[in-house]
T-cell receptor, first 111, second 113 residues
Framework: RKEVEQDPGPFNVPEGATVAFNCTYS??????FFWYRQDCRKEPKLLMS???SGNEDGRFTAQLNRASQYISLLIRDSKLSDSATYLC????????????FGTGTRLLVSP | NAGVTQTPKFRVLKTGQSMTLLCAQD?????MYWYRQDPGMGLRLIHY???????AKGEVPDGYNVSRLKKQNFLLGLESAAPSQTSVYFC????????????FGPGTRLTVT
């Protein structure tokens, strides 16, 4: 079983739609969670951290469910520029903070 | 600020050839990392460094060597390239205090024939 699992998509949505991605992780000892964004043929960039109480950054909302070991990302009012691959990332160790990356969920926003 | 830069951007090698990928960062980050990204596999950590002169193995270190002689540079070497090393290689760096926030270079696309 992969440490971090994501639906690869693609999720095809029209502009203005709300879309949500989930991600599951296998290591119950994981302590930190993040979403990174990767544009086509570009490098990954940190989008946001995920806090236990849930957190929002503009149109983006991230939530964590420790009991079920999943993380979600909700995007409201989708823009064309949101088209990208969203990587779910988990801190795999309590020592050196090795990040474990999911394979990503691809989002395509169309006019 | 250039951030994280990588050279070269593209390279084609024949099996058995060697090469060095160079990563440089100008953010005074303590930590640096080398990843490879393959379809369906996600980013996998090859080697990392927590400071000048120190390196450690990541998840997939076999076939690679690294050196960090200066804080701002992290080199990844392939001594004898194999087709299985065809991949996109990303270098990243971070502050020690916030190592979850990694800044990535633009990547090197390597093909081994």
């Amino acid at each position: 079983r992969k440490e971090v699992e994501q639906d690869p998509g693609p999720f095809n949505v029209p502009e203005g739609a709300t879309v949500a991605f989930n991600c599951t992780y296998s290591n119950s000892a994981s302590q930190s969670f993040f979403w990174y964004r990767q544009d086509c043929r570009k490098e990954p960039k940190l989008l946001m951290s995920v806090y236990s109480s849930g957190n929002e950054d503009g149109r983006f909302t991230a939530q964590l469910n420790r009991a079920s070991q999943y993380i979600s990302l909700l995007i409201r009012d989708s823009k064309l520029s949101d088209s990208a691959t969203y990587l779910c990332v988990v801190n795999g160790n309590t020592g050196f903070q090795k990040l474990v990356f999911g394979t990503g969920t691809r989002l395509l926003v169309s006019p | 600020n250039a951030g994280v830069t990588q050279t070269p951007k593209f390279r084609v090698l024949k099996t058995g050839q060697s090469m060095t990928l160079l990563c440089a960062q100008d953010m005074n980050h303590e930590y640096m990392y080398w990843y490879r990204q393959d379809p369906g596999m996600g980013l996998r950590l090859i080697h990392y460094s927590v400071g000048e002169g120190t390196t450690a193995k990541g998840e997939v270190p076999d076939g690679y060597n690294v050196s960090r002689l200066k804080k701002q540079n992290f080199l990844l070497g392939l001594e004898s390239a194999a087709p299985s090393q065809t991949s996109v290689y990303f270098c990243a760096s971070s502050y020690r205090r916030s190592s979850y926030e990694q800044y990535f270079g633009p990547g090197t696309r390597l093909t081994v024939t």
